[in-house]
């Protein structure tokens, strides 16, 4: 006869897939194998194996990003699941669904010297929507109670603000009892019933009552994933109000062009300030956005439909519980002639501004910037851009409007797992030449990413390589101190040449600059590659 636990952890398997939690990034380890081992004997899961718990994390965040599904990591007990909480953090500001599955020993075993165990329960508590420990596996088959903890889990990653969900596993020995007898399915498998959440429609009688004291309006729009609905609304307004759109927020191409190399690059005159600042969406990346308006009085709205809200301009906002895409589609009835003669204004001011040579950046980083923005008017909605923190994602800030869906873990803003997450993504998008623009400390500092089963087809990897982070030359207050740069930046004299070769990667490098040319020919390899610009130091 099966072992309850086999019982219990198949049973577990088949409630995921019902779920539709189907992808999955596995780090290999022994406490995991008998939950992995479950997947396995169900069928009908997509597992790819990474052998870095962080990269795993971020692997998973990707393919969330992909399928706007939950996608799940597993890992093993003890310290590898501390390398989850990188990805953790980062799904949770940025409100990716994801589910966390880690292997835990018994309770029993806690504090007593024993091998990979640690204090695993909510030990994801602050950064995460909510923790869930299985019960005793061992005990008799507990279909009902496993059956409201999968598929409370799984509503709960979807949202309404989406997230990540841990699910604490302890398993006792024999771990490994039954794994080799039949799978049982079970007929009578109840059904996954998704949440929906109702969407509130704005009731614009006050609202447009409010509304009708500012004329000047400026709609901003930070990091979210690409959403039709909003996009077909910001397209009806963007000649009606002032659109400034963050790099992330996959609405560039609707907004003001230039805005923030205006604003980095010279003083804003006073009849440009803002009565009403209207926001969508979570982090703004610009921080000559953020220093121009927390020095402004304003009234601040901000529409989201639930979930906390930061206040990133000093601004107390009023916040409206709202469905974005409802909201902008009632704002259009709203737009009058000063809203206008205001988004003109605006317009006209960030035409003016030298996109080729900015005057605020310094003479070392024009070719990296330079080769950023080629690449960004050089890709198309058939691509998917991943940008790496920090220069990176700035220099695409910069480089003004694309019409590629833009990625970057801006939820945190590290420079860990970018290149994870685009491989996850790419997983999930075969059809899409999914673009990893990355500086060389993100990329050594995430090369773990490419140990992984499948390097997919279609990513393509592009490093602008400086020799050490050299984002620390263009901030002011490290390079005061001539004996802190060796510890603020990574000096090195590394490519990624070997890397490339050690992968089987098909590998290109330029010094300086790069055509349109090169990088149309390296999108149109036929299989994963990288391109690395080189930097030489002066």
Known sequence: MMSNLRQNLDFIAELLQQAGVVSWAVSPGSRNAPIVAGML?????????????RCAGFAALG????????????????????????????????????????ADRPKELIDQWDGQTI???????????????????????????????????????CGPIPGPVHINIPLRDPIYSGIEEE???????????????????????????????????????????????????????????????????????????????????????????PDLVISFGLSITSKSLKKYLQGLEFEHWHISPAGFVGDPFQSNPRIIRNDPALFLESLIECGNESHQNYCNLWKQHCMKTDTENPIFLKKQFLNEFLNVKHILHLTGKEHALHLANSMTVRYAG????????????????????????????????????????????????????????????????????????????FIEGPNRIKELKPFVQTNHKMTASLIAAQYGLTYLSFQNSI?????EDFLNLPSAAILEIIYPEK
């Open 41 to 53: 004997r169900r069928g009908d899961f997509k597992l790819h194996s990474f052998p870095d718990e």
């Open 63 to 102: 393919m969330s990003l992909a399928e706007k599904y939950p996608a799940g990591v597993i890992c093993t007990s003890g310290t590898a699941v501390l390398n989850l909480y990188p990805a953790i953090c980062e799904a949770f500001y940025q409100r990716v669904p994801m589910l966390v599955i880690t």
């Open 119 to 157: 204090h695993q329960k909510d030990i994801f508590e602050k950064h995460i929507l909510a923790s869930y420990e299985v019960p005793d596996l061992d005990d008799d088959f507990s279909m009902p109670e496993l059956e409201t903890l999968i598929y409370e889990a799984v509503n709960i990653a």
């Open 183 to 273: 799978f049982e399915f079970h007929s009578d498998l109840p059904d996954f019933i998704p949440f929906v959440s109702e969407k509130k429609i704005p009731d614009f009688s006050v609202l447009k009552s409010d509304l009708s004291q500012y004329n000047k309006i400026l709609l901003l729009f930070g990091q979210e994933v690409p959403n039709i609905h909003v996009e077909n609304a910001v397209r009806n307004l963007q000649n009606a109000f002032p659109v400034f759109a963050d790099v992330c927020s996959n609405l560039q191409t609707f907004s003001v062009k230039n805005w923030e190399c205006a604003l980095s690059g010279s003083q804003v005159p006073e009849e440009f300030e």
């Open 398 to 473: 910069w480089a003004g409007n694309s019409t590629s869906e833009i990625y970057c873990n801006r939820g945190t803003s590290g420079i860990d797992g970018t290149m994870s997450t685009a491989i996850g993504y790419a997983l999930k998008r075969p059809e899409q030449k999914v673009i990893c623009v990355t500086g060389d400390i993100g990329f050594f500092y995430d090369a773990n990413a490419l140990w992984t089963t499948l390097i997919p087809n279609n990513l393509r990897i592009i490093i602008n390589n400086n020799f050490g982070g050299k984002i620390f030359e």
């Open 515 to 519: 055509t349109n040319e090169a990088i």
